[in-house]
């Protein structure tokens, strides 16, 4: 499975646009590119999936470059809310084997 | 729809005491995962049903944890005898589909089950 690498935190104020980058040199041709978001004391919550270019839903928007060696999630205008733990995850295609391990993922704090 | 849910939310035992989680998935998802958060480090997996068959359990950590999903519904993990590194966060997650076409829709995760050994 490709490791990931992710900054271990990040600080916003309300109402700006975060990025997150992701990076996944190792990605092999069928794996998919997940987000999960996690607040304390409550279990990984879905964000966003994609394979390549781009993808948008009500939540964020994930950016894959072409050589999809890396990804950036994109959480529109944040609020105090979306203080939380981000994880990207590689997922393997063809044999549905989950990511083993999340990986320390990013630490969001948004501040007013 | 409810969601996925653990029982129970949290539990303490004693070294060598016996343990069992409980997990009912979304209602009609096939597959079922565990996972597990052990003092403060990475979520890692353990093991992943598809109805009441087990697809892999390569993360299951030793023989003193059982997993079992009878019936293709709601699944247990037992732990026995515990140990003082048993303690974290056991989460379970589900996903619907089982058809390999479909194999990366999102889980879906309860909130875990804090396990405390002491």
């Known amino acids: 499975l490709a490791k990931t690498t992710q900054p271990i935190s990040m600080d916003s104020y309300e109402g700006q646009e975060v990025n997150i980058t992701c990076s996944h040199n190792?990605?092999?041709?069928?794996?998919?590119i997940t987000w999960y978001q996690q607040f304390p004391s409550q279990g990984p919550r879905f964000i966003i999936q994609?394979?390549?270019t781009k993808v948008t839903n009500e939540v964020a928007s994930l950016f894959i470059p072409a050589d999809r060696k890396s990804s950036t999630l994109s959480l529109p205008r944040v609020s105090l809310s979306d203080t939380a733990v981000y994880y990207c995850?590689?997922?393997?295609?063809?044999?549905?084997?989950?990511?083993?391990?999340f990986g320390s993922g990013t630490r969001l704090q948004v501040q007013p | 729809e409810a969601g996925v849910t653990q029982f129970p939310s949290h539990s303490v035992i004693e070294k060598g005491q016996t343990v069992t989680l409980r997990c009912d998935p979304i209602?009609?998802?096939?597959?079922l995962y565990w996972y597990r958060r052990v003092m403060g480090k990475e979520i890692k997996f353990l093991l992943h049903?598809?109805?009441?068959?087990?697809?892999?359990e390569s993360g299951m950590p030793n023989n003193r944890f059982l997993a079992e999903r009878t019936g293709g519904t709601y699944s247990t993990l037992k732990v026995q005898p515990a140990e003082l590194e048993d303690s974290g966060v056991y989460f379970c997650?589900?996903?619907?589909?089982?058809?390999?076409?479909?194999?990366?829709?999102?889980?879906?995760f309860g909130n875990g089950t804090r396990l405390t050994v002491t």
């Open positions: 190792n990605i092999a041709t069928n794996d998919y």
């Open positions: 209602s009609g998802h096939d597959n």
């Open positions: 995850l590689v997922t393997e295609g063809d044999t549905g084997r989950r990511a083993l391990t």
């Open positions: 997650a589900s996903s619907q589909v089982s058809n390999p076409s479909s194999y990366n829709s999102p889980l879906h």
């Open positions: 049903f598809v109805k009441e068959s087990k697809q892999d």
């Open positions: 994609g394979y390549k």
